[in-house]
């Protein structure tokens, strides 16, 4: 395999930023709020904050360790390490996943797009109530022209970030956007605390209320912790994959995993305080801060400056997402079946478009799609919690037990500390990997079987 022509980031702040580009998006921002709000606020959070720690950090490592050394796409990356074995499925569900999600995804990033376009001809200007910030919501996601087109120009705009190739069009994108992301962030949390009734948001947010766990509440904090960093379908093999040598990957893993889980918080502290103070259900669902966000932006001076520049970033952190979605699809089929990357970029993202319709049309759009074949859920919302949190746990125990019993925890040490820079508690993440993971994800999977509570 050469290992020349597939690209490699410029450094290790290279990778940290197109790695964080990929892990930060939508799930922080869009998903997080929403499965917070309705999973009981609190509670959600800590079992979230806790699978972040104890099982993203050791996953995030272990798709590192198996990128860097097999240099391959998920596939070819299990193929190069157990030839003849059943373990390449395990990347191709990945791969499937991520066709899965970015079906979904494509669509809500699609109304960023919309937003931005809103912000730039100066709705979101003036106060704007929570009624009729949901009427303008609701506009746009049951036109179906809309939410299809738009759907398809954010995947048009993913497909030529990602023929290009991935040092070239993904880092210098992330190295400029992300900083200022955080920057409009720290912003808008400050306002939104400070909002009048913005402190129940806080308690919402941080106050646990135990009586509130239930199977599906966990479910969703594993996935969510998933889905945050990117995990569970191999986009970390991948981005590990053209990770330069020489660099410290075990520092580089871990800084993007802290990034991403403080920018999924402070999204929720732009969000529940401002949700309670123009009150607004926090279960409110899917479109939950697209509701929200506009009355924050009519309470800050020059709010349609912050208006633009929010969605503007936000469409931003959500292709940089996209990309990396695209990208682990594209690469299988590039060193596996011999595509050109051009190639495969294009007919990948086009027949992701044709996945995607459904899902445009499932917020009321079309009645079957909204109400899936009557079964109360619509298409998005069922494509969300099938890909994003059954399908990544799925992908997180295989990638447990393949790590911790098969190829071998030393193995993983060794390529994370090939060029010299130590795990910090190299212990703690074998037992996390062979204990911890296996048995926590395989519990709350086989907890939601038994109890048959899919949703
Ligand atoms: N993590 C991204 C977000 O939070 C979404 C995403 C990109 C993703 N690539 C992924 C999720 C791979 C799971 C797997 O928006």
């Not at 990033?109 to 730039?120: E, F, I, M, R, V």
């Not at 509130?212 to 594993?222: D, E, P």
Request: charged letters at 10%.
């Amino acid at each position: 395999m050469a290992t020349v022509s597939r690209g490699q980031w410029s450094g290790r702040m290279g990778f940290i930023f197109a790695a964080a580009g990929s892990a930060i998006g939508l799930g922080n921002i869009w998903r997080f709020p929403y499965s917070a709000g309705e999973n009981g606020g609190g509670a959600f959070v800590l079992i979230y904050l806790f699978f972040v720690a104890a099982i993203g950090i050791p996953v995030v490592l272990s798709e590192l360790a198996i990128g860097r050394t097999t240099q391959r796409n998920p596939v070819g990356a299990f193929k190069a390490l157990v030839p003849g074995s059943l373990w390449p499925w395990v990347g191709g569900l990945g791969v499937l996943t991520g066709f899965g999600i970015l079906a979904f995804y494509a669509v809500i990033a699609g109304w960023t797009l919309s937003y931005l376009w809103g912000a730039l001809t100066g709705v979101y200007g003036g106060v704007l109530t929570a009624d009729e910030s949901l009427s303008l919501f609701n506009e746009l996601i049951t036109d179906p022209t809309k939410a299809i087109f738009l759907s398809g120009l954010f995947l048009l705009l993913t497909i030529l970030v990602v023929r290009g190739g991935v040092s070239k069009g993904i880092e210098r994108v992330t190295k400029i956007l992300m900083p200022l992301l955080l920057i409009i962030l720290v912003i808008l949390a400050i306002r939104s605390v400070t909002l009048p009734g913005g402190m129940d948001g806080l308690v919402y947010l941080f106050k646990p209320d135990f009586s509130k766990i239930t199977v599906t509440v966990v479910m969703s904090a594993l996935g969510q912790a998933l889905f945050s960093l990117s995990l569970g379908m191999g986009a970390m093999i991948t981005y590990g994959s053209y990770f330069p040598d020489g660099e410290n990957l075990p520092n580089a893993g871990i800084t993007v995993a802290i990034f991403d889980t403080a920018i999924a918080i402070l999204a929720g502290l732009i969000i529940f305080p401002a949700l309670f103070s123009v009150g607004v259900e926090p279960g409110a669902g899917p479109g939950l801060v697209f509701v929200v966000l506009p009355s924050i932006f009519g309470s800050l001076p020059a709010g349609n400056l912050f208006a633009i520049a929010f969605y503007a970033l936000l469409a931003i952190a959500a292709l940089t997402s996209t990309i990396s979605l695209l990208e682990v699809v594209v690469s299988y089929f590039v060193d596996e079946k011999g595509w050109s990357r051009n190639k495969s970029a294009w007919v990948l993202g086009i027949f992701c478009f044709f996945l995607a319709i459904p899902s445009a049309l499932a917020n009321g759009a079309s009645p079957f799609f909204s109400d899936f074949m009557g079964t109360g859920v619509d298409f998005l919302s069922l494509n969300n919690n099938l890909w994003g949190n059954y399908s990544l746990s799925l992908g997180a125990i295989a990638l447990c037990i393949f790590v911790g019993y098969k190829w071998g925890i030393s193995n993983a040490l060794a390529s994370l500390e090939a060029s010299g820079h130590k795990l910090p508690a190299p212990a703690l993440f074998g037992f996390l990997v062979r204990y911890v993971c296996p048995v926590a994800v395989g519990a709350v999977l086989i907890y939601v079987i038994v109890t048959g509570n899919y949703f």
